[in-house]
Antibody
Framework: EVQLVESGGGLVQPGGSLRLSCAASGFTFSSYSMNWVRQAPGKGLEWVSFISSISSTIRYADSVKGRFTISRDNAKNSLYLQMNSLRDEDTAVYYC??????????WGQGTLVTVSS | EIVLTQSPGTLSLFPGERATLSCRASQSVSSNYLTWYQQKPGQAPRLLIYGASTRATGIPDRFSGSGSGTDFTLTISRLEPEDFAVYYCQQYGNSPLYTFGQGTKLEIK
C-alpha cells in the first residue's frame, strides 16, 4: 500500500522557518518525481514545488521562490521542504504528492503550517 | 500563465442526477495535460481523470472527462451520495508547472 506521511508542521512566527518532511512507503520512491501542494484554510489548491526523481530538475511557484527549498533523500525514501522567511499567507495545509503523468496520483494526509504572531 | 476557471462555483443536484462540471483555460491546453481531482472535507485530493479523459485506477465508470483546447468537462453520469465533494481541474504547463482551477463544490440538493 502506498503511503505518504507528512510531518513538521506547526505554529511559527512571521519571518521564521520550518522544515517539512514526507516519508514514503509502498512504492519505488526513487523512481518518482514529487511535489508539494498547499491549501490555505477554506481555499483551493496551490502547487508549491516539484523535484524530479534524481533531483536534477527543481521548480518553484513564484510565491515561494527564494524562500523555500525542496530536496529529497532517496536512500531514506523522504521528501523535504525547507521554508524560510515565512509569511502569514504561507498558512496552509501542505501535502506531498507523487507526480504521475501530468498530475499527482498519491497524496499524503497533509501537515498544517500556521504563520502567526 | 494559464488561468483555469471552473464553473459553476457550486452545483446543487439530487443523487441519481447527472453532473456536468466545466473547466475553461485562458489559453489552449494540451489534452495530455488536463487532470481532475475530487476532494472531500478533511481529506487529501484524489486523482480522478488524467489526460483529460483517462480514468485513474479504481475510479468508477460513472466519471468521465472530455474536452480539448480551452474547454474541458467532467461528467458524473448518476450521482452517488459519496460523489458530493469539491472538484478541481489542473493543468501541467511551463510556469507555473501546475495550475489549479478554483474548484466546483458539488452539493446535495
Amino acid at each position: 500500500e502506498v503511503q505518504l506521511v507528512e510531518s513538521g508542521g506547526g505554529l511559527v512566527q512571521p519571518g521564521g522557518s520550518l522544515r517539512l518532511s514526507c516519508a514514503a512507503s509502498g512504492f519505488t520512491f526513487s523512481s518518482y518525481s514529487m511535489n508539494w501542494v498547499r491549501q490555505a484554510p477554506g481555499k483551493g489548491l496551490e502547487w508549491v514545488s516539484f523535484i524530479s526523481s534524481i533531483s536534477s530538475t527543481i521548480r518553484y511557484a513564484d510565491s515561494v521562490k527564494g524562500r523555500f527549498t525542496i530536496s529529497r533523500d532517496n536512500a531514506k525514501n523522504s521528501l523535504y521542504l525547507q521554508m524560510n522567511s515565512l509569511r502569514d499567507e504561507d498558512t496552509a495545509v501542505y501535502y506531498c504528492a507523487s507526480a504521475y503523468r501530468s498530475g499527482c496520483d498519491y497524496w499524503g494526509q497533509g501537515t498544517l503550517v500556521t504563520v502567526s504572531s | 500563465e494559464i488561468v483555469l476557471t471552473q464553473s459553476p462555483g457550486t452545483l446543487s443536484l439530487f443523487p441519481g442526477e447527472r453532473a456536468t462540471l466545466s473547466c475553461r483555460a485562458s489559453q489552449s491546453v494540451s489534452s495530455n495535460y488536463l487532470t481532475w481531482y475530487q476532494q472531500k472535507p478533511g481529506q487529501a485530493p484524489r486523482l480522478l481523470i488524467y489526460g483529460a479523459s483517462t480514468r485513474a485506477t479504481g475510479i468508477p465508470d460513472r466519471f468521465s472527462g472530455s474536452g480539448s483546447g480551452t474547454d474541458f468537462t467532467l461528467t458524473i453520469s448518476r450521482l452517488e451520495p459519496e460523489d458530493f465533494a469539491v472538484y478541481y481541474c489542473q493543468q501541467y504547463g511551463n510556469s507555473p508547472l501546475y495550475t489549479f482551477g478554483q474548484g466546483t463544490k458539488l452539493e446535495i440538493k
